[in-house]
C-alpha cells in the first residue's frame, strides 16, 4: 500500500513517476490500492524516443488518482494506465500534453501491456484534459467495465480525434459508459473515433461535442452491437 500525496515534482525523464505493482507476474497486481492523491508533476522531457511518459499508473487495484495536476511540456504523454490498473478512481485531475507530435500518444493513453491484464472497471469523473498536437485520450485494445463521466476532453491537433477508443469489451453486461463529458476537437479527424470494435457494447449519452471542421463520432458500423447514444448535444 503507497500513499503519494501532496508532492510535486519535477524532472527531464522518460519515466518521471512510476507507480506500478508487481508486474514480473501475471495477475499479481497490488489489490490494497495506490493514493495518489493532490500532487503536481512537470516532465520538460522533449525526445521521442522510448515514447516519455510523466506518470506511469500499472498494476495496482482499488486506489486514487484524484486532485492531481500533470503538465508534460515536451513529448512526453501525461499519463499512461496499463497493466490491470483496475478498480481505481481517476477523478478532478488536470492532463496537460504540449507536443505528442503522434497518434499513438494522448494526454491519456490506456493499454493493456503484458502482464496483468487489461485496465479495468475504473471511474474517470471531473477531469480536464487538454492536448496540442495529441490526443487528448488514447485507448488501445479491450477493457471491460470503464466509466467515463463529467470530463472535459479537448484537443487542437492534426492528428485527430479528441478520443480514439479500441475494442471496448465484448461482455454486454460490462458496457463502456460516457456520461455528460464534453469532447472538444479544434483540430482534423471525428471528435470522437471508435475504431476496430470501440463500438460496440457501449453507451454513449448527454455529452456535449464541439467539431472545427471534422465528423462528430467516428466508428466502424458492422461491430456497433448494443451501441446506444441518446440525448447529446452536436455542434459543428
Known sequence: ??????????????????FSGDAHTLNNCAIGGYTINNNVFTDTIDVIADNPVNVFLACTQNGSFNNNTVLSTGEATGTLVRDG????????????????????????????GSIGGAPTYKTFSNNVVTAYNGKAHFHY????????????????????????????????GNILIFDHNTF?????????????????????????????????????????????????????
Not at 500500500?1 to 512510476?18: C, E, H, K, M, W
Not at 467495465?145 to 461482455?171: P, R
Not at 457494447?201 to 455529452?207: E, L, P, Q, V, Y
Open 85 to 112: 490498473w483496475s478498480h481505481n478512481s481517476y477523478s478532478n485531475n488536470t492532463i496537460h500534453v504540449n507536443k505528442a507530435v503522434d497518434d499513438t500518444r494522448g494526454a491519456i493513453a490506456m493499454v493493456p
Open 141 to 172: 485494445l479491450g477493457t471491460t467495465g470503464n466509466v467515463f463521466q463529467h470530463n472535459l476532453f479537448y484537443t487542437n491537433s492534426s492528428v485527430g480525434d479528441s478520443i480514439t477508443y479500441t475494442t471496448e469489451t465484448t461482455d454486454a
Open 1 to 18: 500500500y503507497i500513499t503519494f500525496t501532496g508532492n510535486t515534482v519535477t524532472g527531464s525523464d522518460a519515466r518521471l513517476a512510476v
Open 184 to 236: 472538444v476537437n479544434k483540430g482534423t479527424g471525428p471528435v470522437v473515433n471508435f475504431i476496430s470494435d470501440g463500438l460496440r457494447n457501449t453507451n454513449f449519452h448527454d455529452n456535449i461535442l464541439v467539431s472545427a471542421s471534422g465528423s462528430m463520432v467516428a466508428g466502424n458500423t458492422a461491430s456497433r452491437t448494443l451501441y446506444t447514444a441518446n440525448h447529446n448535444v452536436y455542434m459543428n
